[in-house]
T-cell receptor, first 115, second 112 residues
Framework: DAGVTQSPTHLIKTRGQQVTLRCSPK?????VSWYQQALGQGPQFIFQ???????QRGNFPDRFSGHQFPNYSSELNVNALLLGDSALYLC??????????????FGPGTRLTVL | GDSVTQMEGPVTLSEEAFLTINCTYT??????LFWYVQYPGEGLQLLLK?????DKGSNKGFEATYRKETTSFHLEKGSVQVSDSAVYFC???????????FGTGTRLKVLA
């Protein structure tokens, strides 16, 4: 059973560009959350998707947007990239029926570097 | 707002030493509490969890007890191994929200 998968593994962009990161949740999971983890810091919650809608959002600007597809996979889009957006972006999924309060299973992350 | 505070690292111990990593939290509701571990070059893995006061989570020799009166969820292990070297994150999700809050992480290094 595949766990949470993310693509790409690494990405290099320049300031002002746009980026799309992708996540496939673990089988049997319907809730996907996205996090930003700066070097040496804990993950910061960006938002959570459930039933193809954004259910909860952290303190991130509107440049960060997302989408969830009917197969529960998800995308994170970041527009007008800034140097400060350089980080590891983590996707996490939760089991169906967990209500969002259960443990999350994390993917390996996408390392984004903005030059 | 909700927050999690962890002791700063790095923590360096000899093999078989006793480990404590302190974690305290602030929450408006009744949060569930978690410890996650991140091994070098890998993603976060759930280590243990507790969903209500006085619950004890345990896994792989690690334990943590949900203490509502002290708003704490300290991680302990009686005898650490070199393979326990990793970064440990305390986290919470508050009831009524779906927003997970993580601490800044504590790096543990165990020497043979």
């Amino acid at each position: 059973d595949a766990g949470v998968t993310q693509s790409p593994t690494h990405l290099i962009k320049t300031r002002g560009q746009q980026v799309t990161l992708r996540c496939s949740p673990k089988s049997g999971h319907d809730t996907v959350s996205w996090y930003q983890q700066a070097l040496g810091q804990g993950p910061q919650f960006i938002f959570q998707y459930y039933e193809e809608e954004e259910r909860q959002r952290g303190n991130f600007p509107d440049r960060f947007s997302g989408h969830q597809f009917p197969n529960y996979s998800s995308e994170l889009n970041v527009n007008a990239l800034l140097l400060g957006d350089s980080a590891l972006y983590l996707c996490a999924s939760s089991p169906i029926g967990a209500g969002g309060y259960n443990e999350q299973f994390f993917g390996p992350g996408t390392r984004l570097t903005v030059l | 707002g909700d927050s999690v505070t962890q002791m700063e690292g790095p923590v360096t111990l000899s093999e078989e030493a006793f480990l404590t990593i302190n974690c305290t939290y602030t929450a408006t509701g009744y949060p569930s509490l978690f410890w996650y571990v991140q091994y070098p070059g890998e993603g976060l893995q759930l280590l243990l969890k507790a969903t209500k006061a006085d619950d004890k989570g345990s896994n792989k020799g690690f334990e943590a007890t949900y203490r509502k009166e002290t708003t704490s969820f300290h991680l302990e292990k009686g005898s650490v191994q070199v393979s326990d070297s990793a970064v440990y994150f305390c986290a919470l999700v508050d009831s009524g929200t779906y927003k997970y809050i993580f601490g800044t992480g504590t790096r543990l290094k165990v020497l043979a």
